[in-house]
């Protein structure tokens, strides 16, 4: 298991799903990203900025508008072994908060949060300064 390791939800919505119950399940899942997905094939991705400017912007109805009509596509996916460096420089390369992972198949499988990514990046970081600490303070042979 490789990336999804790190993921903590997986909400995903259909291309016909409404913006105004998207955004309540968004909220409810406490997540600032959905995949929209069709037959488990992300075939786009909602976030937060997509709300604000494709819809408040421009003085959509939440409640009538889909998803089809707002959303990012097409969208960068990585599969779950992608290592954990390349899924970084991928969302840096392209300036994304989110990136949608997929199985070994093509189906989705969760939502990599840039937080994510730091998190484990700074776990990573934080290991090896123990490990440099733990070393620069044993004693050697005859010391």
Known sequence: MGLIRLIEQSPKAGPDATIAKTVALMAEENVGAIAVVEEDRVIGIFTER??????????????TIPLSDVMSSPVHTVNDETS???????????????????????????????????????????????????????DSLGG
């Open 50 to 63: 997509d709300l604000l400017r494709r819809v408040v912007v421009e003085g959509q109805d939440p409640a």
């Open 84 to 138: 954990l460096s390349d899924a970084a420089r991928l969302m840096r390369i392209h300036h994304m908060r989110y990136l949608p992972v997929l199985d070994e198949g093509g189906k989705y499988v969760g939502m990599l949060a840039l937080r994510h990514v730091h998190n484990e990046i700074m776990r990573g970081l934080e290991r090896r300064v123990h490990d440099l600490t733990t070393w620069l303070m044993t």
